[in-house]
């Protein structure tokens, strides 16, 4: 199942198909074309767990694919973004260049990005696009921030004899391309399945916040990052989307929800209070939103 209903900026739902055909409110929230694209994207028809829906939660993609859940058109605005940037690079390909195909094996199957000589004279060079946040850049290319003392003490109030510290930007820190990574590794094994060698991987991040001062903060100082993925072994891919096929269709099948999503697949909650489009009907996401509202 997909989508079914829009949230309206006052909180009410309703069916999209009636949003799109006559909006009960005096004026529309957005344009309609706008409106007409967003529905657009959280309705595509393909029945199979994509590469994407496998690497989220399995709890997360079952009810996004069992239970006519709602979207807020102002909250997923950014898929738009995304779909935005695939259109201009698609449109620019020339011919030489493969683009936006969907490849599928028995498990899964994925559309990658960029395929060919796409970042300097080498061919077999498989791409991504990414519209994602300067904190999610941050994380990705290793840049954390730290404290350390600046040689001086506070010589007045509550912090009197105290040292001083400054927080500066660190760029010696873990890469967390964990889902990118893996996204791009099964599109590679996709690829070489059918007969197409990928000899490197990057990932193209355009940061949407750029030129902001929380983005210059996260020591993001430019619009555009190429990151480079490496290559994870094919039977530990094979093994991780088999296992996630695999209870999503045992949890089809059973008719019963599958275990909580993982903390990592959570984002440490944040998903579950406010991304999971499955929220509504997940006793734990439920749970987490009274909670909030307790205080």
Known sequence: MSATQFICPDGQHIPILQCLTACPKQTRCMFLPTLRAIAKSVNRPITEPTVTELIAGVRETYLKKTMPYAVSPQRILYALQGQAVHTMHERCTQGEILSEIRLKDQITSGQ????????????????DLKVTSSYKLMKALGIYKQKIPTGEIYKTGSRKGQLKYKTILCHDGVRHVWDWAVQLNYYRMLLE?????????????????????IAAERGI?????????????????????????ALLQQ?????????????????????????????????????????????
């Open 193 to 213: 399945q059918a007969g197409f060698p990928v000899h490197r991987m990057y990932i193209q991040a355009l940061c949407r916040d750029s030129g902001l001062r």
């Open 251 to 295: 949890a089809k099948d059973a008719n019963i929800l599958p275990p909580v999503c993982s903390s990592r697949e959570r984002w440490q909650n944040q998903k579950c209070l406010d991304y999971c489009d499955g929220r509504e009907f997940c006793s734990y996401g439920r749970k987490l939103q009274q909670f909030r509202k307790a205080g």
């Open 221 to 245: 100082d430019q619009p555009l990052y190429i990151i480079p993925i490496y290559k994870i072994s094919n039977r530990w891919i094979n093994r991780y989307f088999s296992r996630k096929a």
């Open 112 to 127: 990658f990005d960029l395929y060919g000589k796409i970042l300097d004279t080498e061919e077999c060079v498989l791409g």
